[in-house]
């Protein structure tokens, strides 16, 4: 049977990731969604009631539903703990709790989320908390309401302030396909604010836009690893190329997104001050609950 390799990562990154990949390891199955849809109908087909012999060697994916469905112990046990068999990581992120408490998962990389506000907009926000002034009901888009970014939204706006005012906000958000579409729209000025992994905030240039990292810190989306028990050479290899100097150099500097390992610097715009909003691992795995 062929061995299979589930990776979703940033889809300004993910091509480049894939055909790398396909390189080391031309006789596996790359199972790689287009869309968080996708991912998630491939979650409930694959991991709802687990076979073994179909499932993927190694799991990439940042979809806080895969915590939920690895609740299931008989799952947890074909995958192997792999503290030890990858770098350690980076110190700086060890010091925000931002290490795995779950000894089958490892952090690969970490995507923040912030703001794309339009340069029009008089008295931009400055904070999450901002947003929450009347005059953003309804001036806010994000994504799908199913991707991880405007779950983690969701979570965040609620753990900061769950009130009337939150909900009647959270009520007013818009959603719009993909992060392209959300970049078009606050540009347009259809809307004043949009949420975007900071890889898509990137591609600003030349547009009324600009970006905000708030001052309660960015979201950050956990890219998790899962490698299983009897996992072939060739899926190994693919495993430790994720966390080689080479592909998270790619990560930080053209995907801007936080590398796992301390010998490669934080993208730019982390640099000088890497403020996440982040408390712990059984913080985070509470947005698996906000998916349907």
């Given at each position: 049977m062929t061995n299979k390799i589930f990776i979703f990562v940033p889809i300004n990154i993910g091509r480049n990731i894939e055909q790398l990949l396909k390189r080391k390891a031309p006789n596996t199955e790359f199972i790689t969604p287009a869309s968080s849809g996708e991912e998630l109908?491939?979650?409930e087909k694959t991991f709802r009631n687990p076979v073994k012999n179909e499932l993927p060697e190694l799991i990439v994916s940042l979809?806080?539903?895969l915590l939920e469905y690895f609740?299931?112990?008989d799952l947890q046990k074909q995958y192997v703990a792999i503290d030890d068999k990858f770098p350690a990581l980076r110190q700086d992120l060890k010091d925000k709790k931002l290490d795995s408490?779950?000894?089958f998962i490892k952090p690969l990389l970490f995507a923040p989320i912030i703001m794309l506000v339009n340069k029009d907009l008089e008295q931009p926000p400055s904070s999450w908390q901002d947003l929450l002034q009347e005059r953003f009901c309804g001036r806010v888009l994000a994504p799908d309401a199913q991707t991880p970014v405007s779950v983690a939204f969701n979570f965040l706006m609620r753990d900061l302030n769950d009130n009337e005012i939150t909900k009647k906000f959270l009520n007013s958000m818009k959603y719009s396909g993909l992060p392209f579409d959300v970049i078009t729209g606050v540009n347009k000025g259809f809307y004043d604010v949009g949420l975007l992994p900071l890889p898509?905030?990137?591609y600003n240039m030349g547009k009324n836009l600009t970006t905000v990292i708030p001052d309660e810190g960015a979201i950050v989306l956990p890219e998790m690893l899962l490698l299983k028990k009897d996992a072939s050479p060739e899926t190994l290899?693919?495993?430790?190329d994720?966390?080689?100097k080479n592909i998270q150099r790619f990560f930080s500097q053209l995907g801007a997104l936080i590398p796992a390992i301390e010998e490669i610097p934080l993208p730019v715009e982390f640099k000088n001050n890497m403020k996440f909003y982040w408390k712990n691992w059984d913080w985070y795995k509470?947005?698996?609950l906000l998916i349907d």
């Open positions: 109908k491939y979650f979809q806080p539903k609740e299931n112990e408490s779950c000894a898509f905030a990137r290899t693919v495993a430790q994720l966390f080689g509470k947005l698996a």
